[in-house]
């Protein structure tokens, strides 16, 4: 060890004491962490991480006043920790973007998936970085991380080390972890070490060793150590009094850990930055007359990845299905990570968490299922719209119109939940145009997740734009020849045909507008957006209606669980047919009298 453990206590202490000024300052956050879990992060940051090279993920966020101590003493820029839990200040759990903080943490598990995303990263660039991740018992609870931990044992990744900080303990008293989770790990194919996690030889020899495969490191804790609520479930969050903690940091203060901090920050080094992969700009496939926007994002995707670099598509098990695996695709193995396709498993949470952290090491990551399982992975979702990470979701099978697998596979509000996601590009296209700009903006992005919504079923082809752009989210698709309109539908992806159905059924006073994304739409300006929507407005979209109004008179859509059967017969049976939407429209403009 290049620091002894006499010195390590000291530094140790100086983590303790800072991390109680933030929080006593704050007047709250989680004191039990910031005691008990001091010497692990103190021997990572101390001994073995390389900040030029290795990277840290405090996966269990509530400990955030621990790390932005560690990260304030080792150097990095933080700001001032006095603001810590205050508007503008540091927030309550870590998020991407301050100085040192790897990866956007907060829900737990979630940082234990992404540090398997960064690990893969870091064996596909051919680096020699470790990737360090602290977890805490309710992360290793959580459904999320027990789907990472046994993707990371398949695919062996010997780069990564998982630091259990286990105390025994979480809010509502004993943690319900595993009875046995060493047993749980070493099946799942990590190599199992014990240590005393408030001992620095133990825990220097246990992350140390070499290993075959990921390593997981039980670090077995007090927490709150040294206060009066250590080892029970009080010291978990901010129960000791002003006086305790006042006394604790008088107690802990180390001016001599402070000096040895200030050794490790004069030899600071940033790591480089690594630019997201520029995405080559094919040209557009032919495709049949009739064919699912699945299959033209395929042929599209194709021509992308037989040229891409650091582009890593992917799918939970479904790669066929999604017409993701496509040519130009080279699987990554446990023994190979020079490819750029990942196999998943049924691991929806996983893949999302798992592509996060990719996307923090400078991948495109591009993650594929059904529209209907994008349920199992919104946590993720979520935290990559709150990073800016700018990942690419590819779900499939977008409405009632799967058939025959039933309304358990049939999603109705997705598509307005995902829409709803700040910072969330959703496209829905409708034919190869569309298709094809919703992926060069996807992988164009730098700071902004996105989804391609695609259609199973096979549709008829759509034209191009007869008035509009395609980039401004929507434009006129179909227009009649009388200059008057009285009337647009609009509608997206394989309702876009049908609308076009219904307008030659109703006359020459309605065009048909295609909105392929609706955040695009309406970030249009007043005078654009009045020239699309003319007349009467009504929306056509198998999915929940509400949403619509923002733009719509009336919605035709579905705010029911849909049906099994054939998927032609369902989309008519949930009243999405020609004749029966232009009676509707006609006895509603006779009703309102236009």
Not at 188 to 214: K, L, T
Not at 543 to 569: H, K, N, Q, R
Request: charged letters at 20%.
């Amino acid at each position: 060890m290049m620091i002894d453990a006499k010195n390590l206590i000291e530094m140790s202490n100086a983590v303790r004491a800072t991390a109680l000024r933030a929080l006593r300052h704050a007047k709250s956050g989680h004191v039990g962490i910031a005691l008990g879990a001091a010497d692990i992060i103190t021997m990572i940051y101390a001994v073995f991480l390389n900040p030029a090279r290795d990277r840290f993920v405090l996966s269990a966020g509530h400990g955030s006043a621990l790390l932005y101590a560690i990260l304030k003493l080792a150097g990095y820029r933080v700001g001032d920790l006095d603001s810590l839990r205050r508007l503008d200040g540091l927030p309550g759990h870590p998020e991407f973007g301050i100085d040192g903080v790897s990866a956007t943490t907060g829900p737990l598990g979630q940082g234990v998936a992404n540090a398997v995303g960064m690990a893969i990263a870091e064996k596909h660039f051919n680096s020699d970085g470790r990737i360090y991740c602290m977890a805490s018992d309710g992360d290793l609870m959580e459904g999320v991380a027990n789907e990472a931990i046994s993707f990371a044992g398949r695919y062996k990744l010997n780069n990564l080390v998982l630091l259990w900080d286990n105390n025994g303990v979480s809010i509502d008293g004993a943690a319900q972890t595993d009875i046995n989770m060493a047993a749980r790990m070493r099946a799942a194919g990590w190599d199992v070490r014990v240590a005393n996690g408030h001992d620095f030889d133990e825990m220097y020899d246990a992350i140390s060793a070499e290993s075959n495969g990921p390593v997981f490191v039980q670090c077995n804790t007090v927490i709150g150590i040294g206060s009066s609520a250590a080892g029970g479930s009080r010291a978990h969050g901010f129960d000791l009094s002003d006086a305790e903690i006042a006394s604790l940091i008088e107690d802990l203060d180390s001016v001599r850990g402070r000096e040895l901090w200030g050794m490790i920050a004069r030899t600071h080094a940033t790591p480089r930055p690594r630019k997201y992969a520029v995405a080559p700009n094919p040209l557009l496939p032919d495709v049949p007359h009739f064919a699912s926007t699945r299959e033209m994002s395929g042929a599209y995707l194709s021509r992308i990845m037989s040229r891409a670099k650091n582009i890593i598509c992917g799918s939970a098990d479904l790669g066929h299905s999604t017409n993701v695996r496509v040519d130009g695709t080279v699987p990554i193995t446990s023994n190979d990570f020079s490819g750029n396709y990942i196999n998943y498993g049924v691991r929806e949470h996983a893949m999302a968490a798992i592509m996060n952290g990719m996307a923090y090491s400078g991948l495109r990551a591009v993650g594929s299922t059904f529209l209907a399982f994008s349920d199992y992975m919104r946590g993720a979702m979520r935290l990559a719209a709150l990073a800016g990470l700018p990942v690419v979701y590819v779900l499939t099978h977008d409405s009632i119109a799967v058939g025959p697998d039933g309304p358990t596979h049939q999603p109705v509000e997705q598509l307005s939940g995902l829409r709803l996601v700040p910072n969330m590009n959703v496209f829905r296209p409708a034919n190869m145009l569309e298709v094809a700009w919703a992926w060069r903006t996807a992988l164009s992005e730098t700071s902004r997740p996105s989804c391609i919504v695609l259609s199973r079923q096979k549709i008829m082809r759509t034209g191009a734009p007869v008035w509009g752009y395609v980039d401004a989210g929507g434009y006129i698709i179909y227009k009649p020849k009388s200059s008057h309109i009285r009337m647009t539908i609009i509608a997206t992806g394989s309702e876009v045909p049908l609308a076009i159905a219904v307008a030659h059924r109703l006359g020459t006073w309605v065009q048909v507008a295609s909105i392929p994304s609706v955040a695009h739409f309406r970030a249009m300006d007043a005078e654009y957006k009045n020239h699309i929507l003319r007349g009467r407005v009504v929306a056509i979209e198998a999915a929940a209606t509400a949403p619509w109004f923002e733009f719509a008179d009336d919605v035709i859509g579905i705010d029911d669980f849909g049906l099994s059967g054939p998927g032609d017969m369902v989309y008519r049976e949930c009243g999405f047919d020609a004749d029966e939407i232009a009676a509707a429209i006609r006895t509603k403009m006779k009703n309102v009298g236009i």
